[in-house]
């Protein structure tokens, strides 16, 4: 790729306008992981489809995104960074116009569904080519407080999606989708006018690795998120996990005898590499899955509206950007060592405390300051700390400038890992929340039936009719918002136990730097 400008100031704002754009197009992909689920009634009732075809719509876009990363981040290496951001950021747009136009009727589902996995698609074209684009722009010394900043603003558009999806469908569902079209063009023009033009490396594509990873991912990812809704034993979960793990295998053969493979593989011998990638994974378990288990949790449990969940989730963000900050100076000097123990350790006792202070219902859930902004800020920090910095000292181990394979590496990991949290403590959830419940339901003279309908109106995707279910009974409404809290615990302790492990991967990382440089 073309080096910018190499004079400090001109370098500086080149860099910078890099940087912005880019925060742009990425932002799309990470608000459009999130920015469906609260205004998924609204979307039901309109289009008149059902929830399994909403749950479609959502799970299209992880899928497509999971299994095109690899494809993508090779392809940006060979044609270029910059024009396969450009064709990234082009579909996104035109996909999320898409999505807004579908049309009442039969029709309405398949519309959708489509069009989601289409977004998928180019979301995962664009994102390695824009990190690759932002590392090469900022110099090494640099580099870490750069990528910070970038995942901090990135990182947050999954915490403000719920939010603004939230705010939006007041006006209409639609505008979820067409709010896209202006950042799209936007983040184009910047990345017109900022970038400048690159060659990418010689080689080829390895289509068939390409076609094999992509299977496998998508089997993998669909038997995770499907399992929370069928349960681990049924054989439309395990058999899709169990072929795409074979599948895997599978790819990583192919790629050892390819020539020009979809992945090199020797990036893998560099202890550094693997590392941070398998820290990136457990981080992910807990930071993909806290925004919806927030979310319910705000709705459900502290009674909050649908906007003013946001609170739980910006005292969480607070705590995320204030420590990314401090951990990518620290990383800069230091190396990821230090960064990833002290990120594992602070994010165990955040989320430890999390759990310890969820069942203590007792407490204005509307003021900012309150006995959960805490929990919330140290769980953040700890996230915040380790998670910009693994993901650069990946990108810094990148053999020659295989910037954009790399950095599909990671996010596929962090895909596998968002999956694999949610499916996991969903299914938890759900288990002891259905225990918990019925119980308590029977206990005030309802029926199984009105807790079995509570609970599927609280982990389907509807939070706010648990509620509305048991507004006539006051004993029944209390049962609701105590024992999701109850059920929400295990979650939080699942995080904490996944930033634990975070902690001990850092003795196995290698002390200083240790990173490459890229030719």
């Not at 996995?117 to 690759?132: E, N």
């Not at 975070?502 to 290698?510: G, R, S």
Request: charged share 10%; with cysteine.
């Amino acid at each position: 790729m073309t080096a910018l400008p190499a004079s400090g100031a001109v370098q500086s704002r080149a860099a910078k306008g890099v940087w912005a754009g880019l925060v742009l197009a990425v932002s799309m992909t990470t608000i459009d992981q999130t920015i469906v689920a609260l205004s998924s009634p609204s979307i039901q009732d309109h289009l008149s489809i059902s929830h399994a075809d909403l749950q479609w719509a959502v799970n299209a876009y992880l899928l497509t995104t999971a299994s095109f990363f690899l494809l993508g981040g090779r392809l940006a290496d060979l044609l270029g960074h910059r024009r396969m951001a450009l064709i990234g950021i082009a579909g996104f747009g035109v996909t999320s116009l898409l999505c807004g136009l579908t049309p009442e009727g039969s029709f309405a589902a398949p519309w959708l569904i489509t069009a989601r996995a289409l977004q998928g698609v180019s979301g995962a074209l664009m994102f390695p080519a824009a990190i690759g684009i932002v590392v090469q722009s900022f110099p090494r010394e640099r580099r870490g407080r750069a990528m910070a900043t970038f995942f901090t603003i990135t990182g947050a558009m999954t915490a403000i999606g719920p939010v603004a999806g939230g705010y939006l469908t007041q006006w209409t569902w639609r505008s979820i989708f067409w709010i896209n079209v202006p950042v799209a063009v936007a983040a184009a023009i910047l990345t017109v006018r900022m970038v400048p033009r690159s060659k990418g490396t010689a080689g080829t594509v390895d289509w068939r690795g390409a076609a094999v990873s992509a299977v496998a991912m998508a089997l993998v990812v669909f038997g995770l998120q499907q399992a929370g809704a069928w349960g681990w034993t049924s054989p439309g979960v395990w058999v899709p996990i169990a072929v795409g793990a074979l599948t895997l295998v599978r790819f990583v053969g192919l790629e050892r005898r390819t020539p020009m493979p979809l992945v090199n593989l020797e990036v893998m011998r560099d202890r550094g590499f693997a590392v941070s990638t398998l820290a990136m994974f457990f981080a992910s378990v807990a930071f993909i899955s806290v925004f919806f288990f927030l979310s319910v949790y705000g709705q459900v449990s502290l009674r909050l509206p649908v906007g003013d969940t946001g609170l739980l989730l910006l005292k969480f963000f607070i705590g995320f950007a204030v420590a990314a900050r401090l951990g990518s100076a620290r990383f800069d000097r230091h190396g990821a060592r230090p960064v990833v123990l002290m990120g594992g350790v602070v994010g165990t006792v955040g989320f430890l405390w999390l759990a310890r202070t969820a069942t203590d219902l007792g407490f204005d859930a509307s003021a900012f300051l309150n006995r959960q902004t805490w929990p919330l800020l140290v769980a953040g920090a700890g996230i915040g700390f380790m998670f910009s910095p693994v993901s650069t000292d990946a990108l810094n181990r990148a053999i020659g400038a295989s910037y954009g394979e790399v950095s599909a590496v990671t996010q596929t990991v962090k895909n596998f890992g968002g999956a694999l949290g949610l499916a996991l403590f969903s299914t938890l959830v759900t288990h002891r929340l259905t225990q918990k419940l019925t119980d308590s339901i029977l206990a005030v003279g309802g029926t199984s039936r009105d807790a079995g309908r509570a609970v599927d109106a609280v982990t389907g995707g509807d939070p706010g009719a648990a509620g509305g279910l048991a507004a006539g009974n006051a004993s029944a409404l209390r049962a609701v918002r105590v024992d999701y809290a109850s059920a929400a615990q295990v979650a939080f302790y699942g995080m904490a136990g996944a930033m634990a492990v975070v902690a001990l991967l850092a003795w196995w990382y290698p002390r200083g730097s240790g990173t490459r440089e890229a030719s």
